[in-house]
């Protein structure tokens, strides 16, 4: 099993910069890609950006430019550095994960999610 944790979320006033982070735990054998996906209520989920092993990235439209993901890969962690905030932004942040895990002697490829961390931009 793989568990992550997001942490970073609160309210935040338009034009901000706060940063996310996603910490992975359990029985990690390797991290394929991690992901911070954003939802608002409804059924969709917007992919907010990508990570992968190699250190590609990869951004949604709506936040190129103002949006960075980065890595520390000996931590496992995922961090998601957000600057000139916007109201249109407030959602909850989930993490995503994508990755080799062990089982005994086993391993399998499995996706995980965090619970979210909420983001609230105010105008």
């Known amino acids: 099993q793989v568990q992550l944790l997001e942490s970073g979320g609160g309210l935040v006033q338009a034009g901000g910069s706060p940063r996310l982070s996603c910490a992975a735990s359990?029985?990690?054998?390797?991290?394929?890609?991690m992901r911070w996906y954003r939802q608002v209520p409804g059924p969709q989920r917007e992919l907010v950006a990508t990570m992968t092993s190699g250190s590609s990235t990869n951004y949604a439209e709506s936040v190129k430019g103002r949006f960075t993901i980065s890595s520390d890969h000996a931590k496992n962690t995922v961090y998601l550095q957000m600057s000139s905030l916007k109201p249109e932004d407030t959602a909850v942040y989930l993490c995503?994960?994508?990755?080799?895990?062990?089982?005994?002697?086993?391993?399998?490829?499995?996706?995980?999610w965090g619970q979210g961390t909420q983001v609230t931009v105010s105008s």
């Open positions: 995503y994960c994508n990755a080799d895990a062990t089982t005994g002697s086993s391993r399998y490829v499995a996706n995980w």
């Open positions: 359990g029985s990690i054998f390797s991290i394929r890609v």
